[in-house]
């Protein structure tokens, strides 16, 4: 019974970690960060992960020409990150010279699929990204529905299909959750460790799928 109680509260504690924050994730900061690679579908032409003016913070930022429905693709392959643990994603947007233009993002999972394509100028004060001047764009997780299932990348593409003027995005980083997601009311759980007692094998709590280090935190002890 002991062992029986021990293990229904190491359940408990792995589902409560499941619902920990997580510390912010970094994509771009001066280049990408460690782990993502770029698997961008845009003429590559059209974009410079290494531009030094305009930078919103550090000494490079992401030059980008939207066109013909081209766009940036940053993706963390092998890797799986909960919608749970992040409470938004951030990032700069310069319009260039002239501003005013149309691109859409969209957080992706390259194994099971996209969240919702959004329309960054919506994401921005004002609703407008303008030129000669950096401004915020802020996707938020709860607003659209994002606390379920899991992303490993992010794309950010021409929302035109035409040749719109160049533009400037920096440090994209998906912040750490500081409140609670949306949802019904609490739920009691209660336990009764002396019903129904026998012993069962720990292989059944398992996984088949997602990254080996979150996998490990949650205390998993199959991955198939």
Same mark, same amino acid.
């Given at each position: 019974m002991r062992n029986r109680s021990m293990l229904l509260a190491a359940l408990i504690a792995a589902t409560s970690a499941a619902g920990a924050n997580a510390a912010p994730l970094g994509i771009y900061a001066d280049a990408l960060e460690s782990g993502f690679t770029d698997q961008s579908w845009a003429d590559s032409g059209d974009y410079d992960l290494s531009n030094t003016a305009p930078v919103h $913070? %550090?000494? $490079?930022?992401? $030059?980008f020409t939207p066109n013909g429905w081209g766009g940036l693709q940053f993706v963390a392959n092998g890797s799986e990150f909960d919608f749970i643990d992040y409470q938004d994603l951030t990032f700069w947007v310069h319009g260039g010279s002239v501003g005013g233009q149309t691109i859409w993002v969209i957080v992706t999972d390259n194994y099971i699929g996209v969240s919702a394509t959004i329309d960054v100028a919506t994401l921005v004060p004002g609703g407008v990204i303008v030129?000669?001047?950096?401004? !915020? $764009?802020? @996707?938020?997780?709860?607003? !659209?529905? @994002?606390?379920? %299932?899991?992303?490993? %990348? @992010?794309s950010i593409m021409d929302g035109t299909g035409t040749l719109q003027q160049p533009l400037y995005i920096d440090d994209i980083v998906f912040d750490e959750r500081t409140s609670a997601p949306p949802g019904g009311d609490p739920v009691a759980v209660a336990i009764d460790t002396a019903a129904n007692v026998h012993p069962f094998s720990p292989n059944i709590f398992g996984v088949a799928f997602g990254d080996a280090t979150r996998n490990a935190e949650v205390g998993y002890t199959v991955d198939r």
């Open positions: $913070a %550090g000494t $490079a930022s992401i $030059a030129p000669d001047a950096w401004q !915020q $764009a802020t @996707l938020d997780f709860d607003e !659209q529905g @994002l606390t379920t %299932g899991s992303f490993n %990348g @992010l």
